[in-house]
């Protein structure tokens, strides 16, 4: 994706790639839903940026803690927060990055889950937690 206008949001997809291995019904899908498909990437660099941000913040919590010996109620709390999200990732990648195909059945796993009631997306990726 590149970004054709810093003014606008508009983006070029290119799927040329596709086109190329012959996977030219799913690049047309791609341009069909452009604007699904650039906001869903775009959702997901912020989401990821955000996990990383949460991830350095925890690990300067754990080094004061490390140091120090005690942390406020509020910094345990995120690092706590932290630690869970950390483990879901790990959950949910490494099944998925070991088993070849799994990752076309996350998508159902994830519908799946949020019927039931279960989080199993880290905290930057819960819309409930994005609109609070």
Do not use: C, W
């Not at 906001?39 to 996990?51: C, G, M, S, Y």
């Not at 925890?58 to 999200?85: H, W």
């Not at 009631?117 to 994005?130: C, D, M, Q, W, Y």
Request: no cysteine; charged share 30%; aromatic share 6%.
């Amino acid at each position: 994706m590149k970004s054709q206008d810093s003014s606008q949001d508009s983006f070029e997809v290119d799927v040329s790639i596709f086109e190329k291995d012959g996977k030219t019904e799913f690049s047309e899908k791609i341009k069909i839903h452009k604007e699904k498909t650039v906001k869903a990437f775009q959702d997901l660099v912020i989401n990821v940026k955000t996990e990383v941000t949460e991830t350095k913040v925890a690990s300067q919590i754990l080094v004061k803690y490390i140091k120090e010996g005690n942390v406020t109620k509020e910094e345990e709390k995120e690092l706590r927060t932290q630690v869970y999200d950390l483990l879901k990732v790990l959950g949910i990648g490494v099944p998925f990055a070991l088993i070849p195909g799994a990752s076309l059945l996350l998508p159902f796993l994830i519908k799946i889950a949020q019927k039931k009631g279960v989080e199993i997306l880290p905290t930057a990726f819960n819309e409930s937690n994005k609109k609070a």
